[in-house]
């Protein structure tokens, strides 16, 4: 069975300070862990996706991810917010391989950046 | 790019009427799938489609039923609208898994349902 957890429902920065969404999971088998962003009245946009290419994973507008299989995160980070980063994130795991279609996604995390 | 659109925005509704949400994708994917988003609940999925004319149940079907009678397009029906059935509904849509094995699903823009 999978899971994801965000450890907080609510985060809040300045601009132009750094940006960290934390995000656990677990997985039964390797899995494929994306990052999702959803602004206000919009659906949701894919920011980045864990390919097992490499644990680093780089996405749109500035975001990345690291993978730690020792303690099962995927965490989500931005050296520099920007006002347009205020949004909802979900993180979101997938059992990759086999017929599994499933999506697991976290309860979200609302970033708030102030100016 | 992928293009997911749903058939209405905002949709108000009374209760016991039945609703028609509808979803249309372009680039041929043979999943598709039924959200719904509540505030502190992250998305739940209702329902899924593997293929034309099939369907299986996700974690929260009570209440709704889904039709898909061509690749492209599923359908999200409530037969009698009731009050809880108020939230944001979201289509989805991927590639058949083994085509992608990292399951990306490609969203649309969600119709707000108020249901009075």
């Known amino acids: 069975a999978q899971s994801v957890t965000q450890l907080d429902s609510h985060v809040s920065v300045s601009e132009g300070t750094p940006v960290l969404l934390r995000c656990n999971y677990s997985?039964?088998?390797?899995?494929?862990l994306f990052w999702y962003v959803q602004h206000p009245n919009k659906g949701l946009q894919l920011l980045l996706k864990y390919t097992s290419a490499a644990t680093l994973v780089k996405g749109i507008n500035g975001f990345e991810a690291e993978f730690k299989k020792s303690e099962t995160s995927f965490h989500l980070t931005k050296p520099s917010a920007h006002m347009s980063d205020a949004a909802e994130y979900f993180c979101?795991?997938?059992?990759?391989?086999?017929?599994?279609?499933?999506?697991?996604f976290g309860k979200g995390t609302l970033l708030t950046v102030n100016p | 790019d992928v293009k997911v659109t749903q058939s209405s925005r905002y949709l108000v509704k009374r209760t016991g009427e039945k609703v028609f949400l509808e979803c249309v994708q372009d680039?041929?994917?043979?999943?598709m799938f039924w959200y719904r988003q509540d505030p502190g609940l992250g998305l739940r999925l209702i329902y899924f489609?593997?293929?034309?004319?099939?369907?299986e149940k996700g974690d929260i079907p009570e209440g709704y039923s889904v039709s898909r009678e061509k690749k492209e397009r599923f359908s999200l029906i409530l037969e009698s609208a009731s009050t809880n059935q108020t939230s944001m509904y979201l289509c989805?849509?991927?590639?058949?898994?083994?085509?992608?094995?990292?399951?990306?699903?490609?969203f649309g823009p969600g119709t707000r349902l108020t249901v009075l």
């Open positions: 979101v795991v997938s059992e990759s391989g086999g017929s599994n279609y499933k999506l697991t």
């Open positions: 989805a849509s991927s590639l058949w898994v083994w085509r992608d094995s990292y399951n990306e699903q490609f």
């Open positions: 489609s593997y293929d034309v004319k099939m369907k």
């Open positions: 680039m041929d994917h043979e999943n």
């Open positions: 997985s039964s088998y390797s899995p494929s």
